[in-house]
């Protein structure tokens, strides 16, 4: 009996009154989701066996509460026994040895048998020290990219000596936090659109959710964690393979003959994300399994777990590709994105302000360089502020004499 009733819906109302974002809450509940089930569940789709494992990095600014995000989620899981998690292994051979250490077994219905699987979850508050720099990390972009789907046979690995060994059945989840530009230090350009960023769900947002003076907790607030806490222990020991509905198989073969992951009207139109579309349909068949488990221990995905995994899904879509503003080819992409961020949030800024803000990173000719970037690209407009003959200041499009110069955001 769940205590809580819908366990993602739960834990976003227990973190209403906190300045994370919304969305930041919703993937970081599913990530818990996720660490909790481990291996023990699947959807067979026809002759593939999809597990409920997820690469989740929320994106943003510096200050945009994406640690405290986490921390939430954290505090919760971490009273789940058997849930192994394992933060910040900054080299291959640490990760693997997490892996190696997080081996397990756990009876699995129909018939009761011991089902041996590492199930690990890492978090890393810094994805970039994670990750490492992208002049080096090419093992470790590779070995999470072989994870993601979960190999069913053991997966061999050398050791000292020119021996090996093996970890059985892998399945690792990934809850990490980056911002724009720290990305752009950890991953290649080679790295963007395909491999392991086409599996990951990039969860961005620009700024906080609301300034909370004084995060409270109250007793109810109390007594709704104590339910979370309790009722993700129920969702720990689910064990099963998930089956669709009648209606949601309908539903489902309907929606993927209709997808088309070269649909110009897309919601993240950027081209780095072609290879993420590629796996939609993957990605919705994970979450449509997380929110199963949010609202009961029955192994059936039912047509509304679909459609709300898909709502999810497409609510992150929309903002993605603010994840790659700092990764480029270009010698500017990483002071192109600082500046728009700027612009976009005073809506319409003066130039002698905005340099004020950059000078001690940009310079002046780069700075000119930048907003001629903007302005052509229909990102900023120029304005000038001046004083008309009846001492009133206005704005116009036309330069005039002690004009100042002004930006206004024209982006999305």
């Known amino acids: 009996m769940r205590e809580v009733g819908d366990w993602l819906t739960s834990y976003k109302k227990y973190l209403e009154e906190t300045e994370s974002p919304r969305i930041f809450h919703t993937w970081v509940g599913l990530s818990c989701i996720s660490a909790a089930l481990r291996k023990k569940v699947k959807f067979g789709l026809g002759r593939i066996n999809i597990y409920p494992n997820m690469y989740v990095v929320l994106v943003g600014p510096p200050g945009a509460r994406k640690s405290q995000a986490i921390s939430y989620g954290q505090e919760i899981l971490s009273d789940i026994p058997d849930v192994v998690t394992s933060s910040d292994s900054t080299t291959p051979e640490a990760f693997i040895r997490d892996l ?8 699995v219905p129909p018939r009761g048998e011991m089902f041996t699987h590492s199930s690990l979850t890492v978090i890393s508050k810094e994805f970039e020290i994670f990750l490492g720099n992208k002049l080096s990390n090419q093992r470790m972009l590779v070995l999470l990219t072989d994870f993601w789907d979960a190999p069913e046979r053991p997966w061999v690995y050398k050791v000292k000596h020119g021996r090996s060994d093996t970890i059985p059945s892998v399945f690792l989840s990934l809850l990490a936090a980056t911002t724009p530009n720290s990305l752009s230090n950890s991953l290649p350009q080679s790295a963007i659109g395909g491999g392991l960023t086409s599996r990951i769900m990039f969860v961005y947002s620009q700024t906080k959710q609301k300034k909370i003076p004084i995060p409270e907790m109250s007793n109810n607030l109390n007594k709704l964690q104590v339910g979370l806490k309790k009722d993700l222990f129920v969702i720990s020991k689910i064990a099963g393979s998930y089956v669709f509905s009648p209606e949601a198989k309908k539903m489902w073969i309907k929606w993927y003959n209709s997808f088309n992951d070269l649909d110009p009207d897309r919601l993240c139109k950027d081209p780095s994300f072609t290879g993420w579309y590629e796996r939609k349909q993957t990605q919705i068949i994970k979450v449509s399994q997380l929110v199963a488990a949010s609202q009961s221990s029955n192994l059936t995905i039912e047509e509304s777990h ?9 609510e992150c879509e929309v903002s993605m590709a603010q994840a790659f503003t700092g990764v480029g080819r270009s010698n500017i ?21 905005l340099r004020a803000m950059v000078w001690r990173d940009i310079d002046s000719q780069k700075f000119n360089l930048v907003m001629d970037t903007l302005y ?15 001492g009133d200041e206005v704005f116009t499009r036309q330069p005039g004499i002690n004009a100042s110069i002004w930006y206004k955001w024209e982006g999305e």
Not at 100 to 107: I, R
Not at 306 to 314: D, H, P, Q, Y
Request: glycine share 4%; no cysteine.
């Open 100 to 107: 190696a250490d997080a081996v397990q077994s756990d009876p």
């Open 306 to 314: 679909i459609k709300r995994a898909i709502k999810i899904i497409e």
């Open 333 to 353: 992409a990483i002071d192109t994105d600082a500046i728009m961020s700027i612009i976009r949030q005073h809506k319409k800024i003066s130039e002698t302000k």
């Open 376 to 390: 052509r690209g229909g990102f900023v407009s120029r304005e000038y502020k001046m004083t008309n003959k009846d």
